[in-house]
């Protein structure tokens, strides 16, 4: 055998190479693959593994097994109390049948166009019979049940299965928004004051209890005070009238020294008296008082 023909043979392995790599594909366990042939469907793999499709005339699309996220749309919903509220929902589902999926929606944008007003259109189906207060109790779950249920009668023709759906947030619109918000504000304002005007009657009361209390107290003390007062006034009386009793003439002396300290201790005193006045007795007396 010559080099020509080892030559030959050298490009028929290294095609047949080719052939069999561009034939071979391989599902893995988390997606699922339609084999093409020539953009028409021509079988379903959904067994993870190798597989074999027709080079260059075939070609593989993969899809997911798993679960797939949808946002659709905030979708403002007027509830039956007649309360507009704006509600963010959003979805989870699986594609249960690739060709399906693949002839109606291709793609998740295509899902996104179709399932999206689909879920919207439920929302305010089930959600306009109930009202703000059940929307945010306990009948929540219930609701979103009865949105996912009405969903998947819908979906099934996409090849999609609705797992759950939920609503991640439910807000009034702007406009409602800022009313409700001034209600708030107004109510917390008038509380505010309610509870300062309490707090003022109540230390008005605590004021005037503390006054009273004071006032009893200073009476008590003053009273006290008097009555200690007199006693002391009458000891002092008793013990002036004994002294007085002991020796007259010389408690009369003592008390005559005490009015002149009295009336001449100032500066520039002058006192206009009668020269034969008894203010001036003990000046001209000759003797002292007896006891001295």
């Given at each position: ?53 027709l ?26 109390d ?51 207060a ?54 917390r ?76 201790s ?7 008296l ?19």
């Amino acid at each position: 055998m010559g080099r020509k023909s080892f030559l030959i043979l050298g490009i028929l392995i290294i095609a047949l190479g080719i052939a069999v790599s561009s034939a071979a594909f391989t599902v893995h366990q988390t997606t699922q693959a339609i084999v093409l042939q020539l953009g028409e469907p021509k079988r379903v793999v959904t067994e993870a593994g190798l597989n074999f499709k027709l080079p260059i005339v075939q070609n593989v699309l993969y899809y997911e097994k798993r679960v797939l996220n949808l946002d659709p749309p905030v979708e403002s919903i007027l509830l039956s109390d007649q309360k507009r509220i704006l509600v963010d929902a959003f979805a989870r589902y699986r594609i249960s049948d690739a060709l399906e999926f693949f002839k109606t929606v291709r793609t998740e944008g295509g899902v996104r166009q179709r399932l999206g007003p689909i879920i919207n259109a439920s929302l305010r189906g089930v959600m306009g019979n109930v009202t703000l207060a059940s929307v945010l109790s306990e009948e929540r779950a219930d609701l979103m049940l009865q949105i996912r249920d009405r969903v998947n009668v819908d979906a099934g023709r996409f090849g999609i299965e609705l797992v759950d759906v939920r609503i991640g947030r439910a807000d009034f619109p702007d406009e409602i928004s800022q009313a409700v918000y001034g209600r708030m504000n107004s109510e917390r304002k008038r509380e505010a004051a309610e509870f300062r005007a309490q707090g003022f009657e109540q230390a008005q009361r605590v004021r005037a209890a503390a006054d009273r209390e004071a006032t009893v107290i200073r009476a008590e003390a003053e009273k006290e005070a008097e009555i200690e007062r007199g006693r002391g006034e009458g000891l002092r009386t008793e013990i002036l009238n004994k002294a007085y009793g002991r020796d007259t003439d010389f408690f009369n002396f003592y008390r005559s020294m005490q009015a002149y300290e009295k009336s001449l201790s100032g500066q520039g005193t002058f006192m206009v008296l009668s020269p034969d006045s008894e203010f001036f007795d003990f000046f001209s007396a000759t003797e002292t008082p007896k006891g001295k």
